[in-house]
């Protein structure tokens, strides 16, 4: 691991780039973990920012269909050797595609895009929570304070203890890693926001900062509940995209204070994926 | 070797590979990371009296092979455009084409007007055809006699192109063609998406925002060579070609249907380097063929 400090964002230099597949592993039952060689996005990459990917091989007039591309945060990330990972479960074409690919065939990536986390000003205990593949930047974002000496707590969701990513990737990191189970097949039983609950309540006034991932609904509630405790959250939001670079405009996101008073929607792709929970509505 | 260069009018253009509106933002988007050279024209995301916020999501659905967009013509108003869009724009050294949208002629004849004081801009592509915002912009190239009567509105305060862009929702586009070439259009651009639809079968909602939207990517370029090729039989002006065009191949069929130049859409999204590869792979095509300009495939196919 790199103890080196990752640059800002701002210096992130995006590009599209051929990256050959290195792995790609079921790591859980429908979730792959595929690891490209993409030197030139590890080098500036971002916790919290995203790749987005041609899930059809790169050759000529590649197929139409999936036509777009899939956006995916990098996951992790290794500058010296010139890899990132990525994370997905198959839910539809795009990912299923993504899925047979071999070793040493060549995806076609447009990274490193969006903002990420806002990694500056800690005063508090730091809270990373995910629900499901929602676990994908977390990694990173974990490497990155361990590379700054900085402790963390992990709070992991899934639906049940085979769909769970990241326990030991998180801990490995000097995560305290607390897991929650729709089933209760590992952990406690219920939702990861449950965890939070829980945590918020026994850290009241902590001036904490909670990083949270996973689908819309989750992220809602998080989100409800950092602002009731007063706590500050960034979320990095999952959603359909087109380009993933801004120019076609696909992904709006409300802001918090209404569209006419900030008189435009923000976009997922240029003004996040990560937003502060007070930014946003849902 | 081959020259791609083409004139529509008296302007030259230094390809026929353009990118379509509201598939390249104003330029800035990709400039620093994509080579603008071989590109003919960029024709700037429309640009309406007033900055418009756009359609809440979904705005974007996925089909086989295509794309429902409903985006609703977000822009940032002539004014902004003018002071903030159009400087960035001149220093590419690329042809610029406006393209203007409005909701009566009024509105396009008052974006126009301001246009016209700046310099940097060669031509006017007129939105006519946008199904994703209720006062539409359709009705103007869906009856023949308004295409003419607005077209002519523009003609008359400028001697910059004029170009209508035209919907592949009507029953004879050679007539709103043959409309748009009275009413004294140097070029038709053609087509615009189409209307379409998707429904989610689990919560039985439509797809994105407006019910439909427009449709548009690889799976519509069959509709659109027909279209083209009906337009450019009916008409002498320039056609420039747009629908699904995802690489040389696509566009050759569309030179050879009767388009002077095309433009390069939904693909942009996937790979914003399209065009410039479009431009490259034409000119191999031609310099194989022994041909030395476009002018000799345009509207040149054949039938036994």
Redesign the interface.
Known sequence: MSISIMPEFSNA????FSCPVLTNDEVAPGIFLMRLHAPEIAATVWPGQFVNV?TSAEM??AA??????RPFSVCEANRRAGTIAIIWKIIGPGTFSLAQHQPGTVL?LIGPLGHGFDLSNFQGPIVLVAGGVGVAPLPILGMELAARRLSFEALLGARNADELWGERELAALGGNVQISTDDGSRGEKGLVTNLLVQWLRHHKNSRARIFACGPMPMLNAVAKLCLEARVEAQLAIE?????G??????????PAAG??RI???YLACLDGPVFSAETIRF | MAVLQIKIRDIEFPTPIFVASGTFGYGQEAADWVDFKNLGAIITKSIGPQPRIGNPAPRLFETTAGLLNSIGLQNVGVQNFVAEKLPFLRTLGVPIIANIAGRSLDEYVEVARILEAHEGIVGYELNFSCPNVKEGGLEFSQKAEITERSTRAIRDLTKRLVIPKLTPNVARVSEIAKAAEAGGADAVSLINTLAGMAIDIETWQPRINTIVGGYSGPAIKPVALAKVYEAARAVKISVIGIGGIMNWQDAVEFFLAGATAVQIGTANFVDPRTGAAVADGLREYLDARQLKNIDELVGQIKFK
């Open positions: 230099k995006k590009g599209i041609k000529p007039d139409c269909s999936p036509l777009l591309r076609s959603t359909m995209m087109g380009c670079f801004g120019i076609c405009m696909g992904c709006p996101i409300t569209v006419e008189g435009r929607y």
